[in-house]
């Protein structure tokens, strides 16, 4: 059982190695030009697909589950952590998150109080000093929206948030599937990277 998921594990990551090396040195590569629905289709495991302004994208799978988070990890081994569609840390990044609390953020995409909830973020600042932000947030439900992925359409719902803190705002947008689940995701990760955008590959999504 074991060699049978470390295999599956090499050929999703020799897919994805491949669709990077297709790439020009120093170019950021757009994920979307290097995939097809024929690849996602024969990958062994669910894909994510992710892209950060300036620094290209690519795809992830699954690297491990612990305690209701799961971490993604690219071809060359950054890793994104996530809990319920929410981004709670990432690794490998010149400015990580660290952590942050997005219990509020839960909450108000899952039927609870929609104004004026908290969120707690920790990142590396200057001299790789870590950070701490405390946000106050408000959500709003922008209607429906559909989600084309390589040929398929799926139906959201998108919700828009945004966090207001000394001196900084974040925008974040989730787009909801009907049956539960972050299809696809626009969320910040610290000033220095900006937002980490994301999409749920597979019909089925991990969360």
Request: aromatic share 8%.
């Amino acid at each position: 059982m074991m060699k049978t998921l470390l295999l599956r594990a090499g050929a999703a990551l020799a897919l994805i190695a491949a669709l990077t090396a297709c790439t020009p040195k120093g170019t950021p590569p757009d994920p979307r030009t290097l995939l097809t629905a024929g690849q996602i289709s024969m990958s062994p495991q669910p894909l994510l697909l992710s892209k950060i302004d300036g620094l290209g994208g690519g795809t992830m799978i699954v690297a491990g589950q612990r305690d209701g988070v799961v971490t993604w990890r690219t071809a060359d081994f950054l890793n994104f952590s996530y809990r319920d569609g929410l981004l709670t840390a990432t690794r490998g990044l010149s400015s990580d998150l660290m952590s942050a609390d997005v219990s509020g953020t839960h909450t108000a995409l899952t039927g609870g109080p929609m104004q004026d909830y908290p969120r707690f973020a920790s990142y590396l600042g200057a001299d790789d000093e870590t950070e701490l932000r405390a946000f106050r947030c408000v959500m709003r439900n922008a209607g429906s929206d559909t989600v084309t992925s390589f040929g398929t359409l799926f139906p959201t719902t998108l919700m828009q948030e945004t966090c207001y803190s000394p001196g900084l705002q974040i925008d974040n947008r989730y787009w909801l599937a009907p049956g539960g689940g972050i299809r696809r995701s626009f969320q910040w990760v610290s000033p220095d990277i900006g937002y980490l955008e994301t999409e749920q590959l597979s019909k089925n999504i991990i969360e």
